[in-house]
């Protein structure tokens, strides 16, 4: 541990005093818990066993001998519980304090100001981290594609009768032209040659409002008067 610690040592620190300090943390340490920092009392007189700071990736760690430096004291923070840390730097060092949300508040006095600086800058990354967490899914992965099979529409079958006779799917219209069109005489009406000149002129009149009506085409309608006038 004393190696991983080597990168987070200054002039200000006492390596021996951490070499302590990890000794004791090193069974308190959880699972992926990683130290970022520690920060050492430094008292203007001769301080045998001074206070300490650990910050890690989980929490602040408070440490304090106890009984001559034969025992140590350590209360902890989980970073979830603090509300806030501030620093306020004097001419004999700096203050670090913390503030928990249930309003509680923590201040270790006499720290180097280099060293109290480091330990709020890590404990604001910390605070910033747990407020804004660092999205680490990936969504690079292509989603699996779906091939989905639609059901075959169904088809139903349709019996069909044979056609024997071509008449039974000719249409019924015949198209002739106007000269093959013959008038059809009603039942118990003359011929044309059995009428009087008053009656000829009444069947011309008769063909004239058929046609002004539109019941009757043009050529129908001369037709039917060249009919008439061959017998006038």
């Known amino acids: 541990m004393i190696d991983?610690?080597?990168?987070?040592?200054?002039?200000?620190?006492?390596p021996k005093a951490i070499e302590?300090?990890?000794?004791?943390?090193?069974?308190?340490?959880?699972?992926?818990?990683?130290?970022?920092?520690?920060a050492v009392q430094k008292k203007p007189a001769v301080t045998i066993l001074?206070?300490?700071?650990?910050?890690?990736?989980?929490?602040?760690i408070l440490c304090k001998p106890?009984?001559?430096?034969?025992?140590?004291?350590?209360?902890?923070f989980n970073w979830d519980e603090i509300a806030g840390t501030f620093v306020k730097e004097g001419i004999l060092?700096?203050?670090?304090?913390?503030?928990?949300?249930s309003e509680l508040t923590h201040t270790i006095d006499y720290l180097p100001k280099n060293q109290a600086r480091k330990l709020y800058t890590f404990a604001k990354e910390q605070l910033d981290l747990l407020k804004n967490p660092a999205v680490t899914t990936s969504f690079t992965e292509e989603a699996p594609s779906v091939e989905m099979t639609l059901p075959?529409?169904?088809?139903?079958?349709?019996?069909?009768?044979?056609?024997?006779?071509?008449?039974?799917?000719?249409?019924?219209?015949?198209?002739?032209?106007?000269?093959?069109?013959?008038?059809?005489?009603?039942?118990?009406?003359?011929?044309?040659?059995?009428?009087?000149?008053?009656?000829?002129?009444?069947k011309l009149q008769n063909y004239k409002r058929l046609l002004d009506n539109g019941l009757?085409?043009?050529?129908?309608?001369?037709?039917?008067?060249?009919?008439?006038?061959?017998?006038l």
């Open 50 to 60: 001074p206070d300490s700071v650990v910050v890690t990736n989980k929490r602040i």
């Open 216 to 231: 009757i085409l043009q050529g129908e309608y001369d037709r039917l008067k060249a009919e008439v006038l061959q017998y």
């Open 152 to 202: 075959e529409p169904e088809i139903e079958e349709i019996a069909t009768e044979e056609v024997t006779s071509f008449a039974e799917i000719l249409p019924s219209t015949q198209f002739v032209s106007d000269t093959e069109i013959e008038t059809p005489i009603p039942h118990g009406e003359k011929m044309l040659k059995d009428l009087s000149k008053d009656e000829l002129f009444d």
């Open 4 to 14: 991983n610690l080597k990168k987070i040592l200054n002039e200000d620190q006492d």
């Open 93 to 101: 060092g700096s203050d670090f304090t913390f503030s928990t949300k």
């Open 66 to 76: 106890k009984n001559l430096g034969l025992s140590m004291e350590f209360v902890d």
């Open 20 to 38: 302590k300090i990890t000794a004791k943390l090193s069974n308190l340490l959880m699972s992926n818990e990683e130290v970022g920092y520690i």
